[in-house]
């Protein structure tokens, strides 16, 4: 885009008309001429180069005093362009990996690993957020702590299997431990997914205490709880090393799931098969969006010094076109 950033100065353009007016005024009256007593002593020139430049001369000094104007207002190219300045909010998801995470009614796969992939594609939907991932069962700690490292993160849930804690669980020491985790942070929006198949029993921090505590410090808490409801089917391996399926009992304390989230202004959802799960995450994903502000800004290219140059050229010109080809009788 064109402009000129100090227009007030193109008035100074007024004042060429004036100066041509006065020269073909000046030229009307004579008195830029030589008399003869007669034309047939000269040579006819009327029609030359070199007559129409003589006579010419005056206005390529007007066109120079025009860029001089011109540069005056200091014209510019303006680039536009925008800067988005992104905002991502902090997310620990923290995973159940106790032993009844193994029950196969997310068929043909278990629990757990029907969570890691859904859990998976939620990382993948998230572009400017640190996330982090704590696991629990009978004990809790952070398998990743909040980063935007979203390689390494994948490669930590990956790896997250169910064995590597004392089984059992210990939903109050893992919504403690994920608070501990991210209270400090500085982003306005933190939240923790707390996703679960089991009731606690394990821990010696009450899950409500630990709610209160993510209320105090403003965190989010999503809870999701795991599993058909009813009986479903669990591998157990008999005393022969031979895998057998039983069925055992779904017991989620939707309740308590239910005041968590309540208490701490997130949601309670239930998920009981893959496409359930995985709907819920993109509910969360739908509602936890980073903050990305859009501002418009212009780069201005100064174009004033060729118009500078380009005037002093002509006036230089015209002065050694005087002095020289062009020179004409005193």
């Known amino acids: 885009m064109f402009q000129f950033q100090n227009k007030i100065y193109l008035l100074c353009l007024l004042v060429v008309p004036v100066l041509v007016y006065w020269h073909l005024f000046l030229q009307k009256k004579g008195k830029r001429f030589i008399f003869f007593s007669s034309k047939s002593l000269l040579m006819d020139s009327s029609q030359s180069l070199k ?25 510019q190219i303006l680039d536009y362009y925008h800067i988005e300045k992104k905002k991502g909010i902090d997310i620990l998801i923290t995973l159940d990996i106790s032993g009844s995470m193994a029950s196969i009614d997310f068929k043909p796969k278990n629990r757990l690993e029907v969570a890691k992939e859904v859990i998976s594609n939620f990382i993948k939907e998230r572009k400017n957020d640190r996330i982090g991932l704590v696991i629990f069962a009978g004990t809790s700690y952070t398998k990743c702590p909040l980063t935007i490292d979203y390689e390494m993160l994948h ?27 991210i209270r400090h942070v500085k982003t306005k929006t933190k939240t923790i997914i707390l996703l679960t198949d089991g009731v606690n029993n394990r821990g010696e921090i009450d ?38 399926m039983i069925m055992v009992n779904v017991e989620i304390d939707e309740d308590l799931l239910q005041k968590i989230a309540n208490d701490t202004g997130g949601l309670y959802f239930r998920a009981t098969d893959k496409d359930s799960l995985q709907q819920i995450f993109s509910e ?34 015209v002065e050694i076109a005087k002095r020289s080809f062009l020179r004409t009788l005193p």
């Open 51 to 75: 007559a129409f430049l003589v006579k010419n001369l005056y206005f390529l000094k007007i066109i120079s005093l025009s860029l001089f104007i011109f540069a005056l207002a200091r014209p």
């Open 155 to 181: 490669y930590f849930l990956k790896e997250t299997s169910i064995g590597e804690l004392e089984d059992g669980t210990a939903i109050g020491m893992a919504l403690a431990t994920s608070v501990n985790r």
């Open 207 to 244: 899950p409500q205490d630990a709610a209160q505590i993510a209320k105090d410090f403003n965190i989010k808490v999503y809870t999701i709880g795991v599993g058909k409801r009813g009986e479903t089917p669990f591998p157990v391996i008999d005393a022969f090393g031979r895998k057998q």
């Open 284 to 317: 969360i994903n739908r509602w936890e969006k980073s903050e990305i502000s859009s501002r418009k800004h212009s780069r201005a290219n100064d174009l004033y010094p060729y118009f500078i140059i380009a005037a002093l050229l002509l006036l230089l010109l």
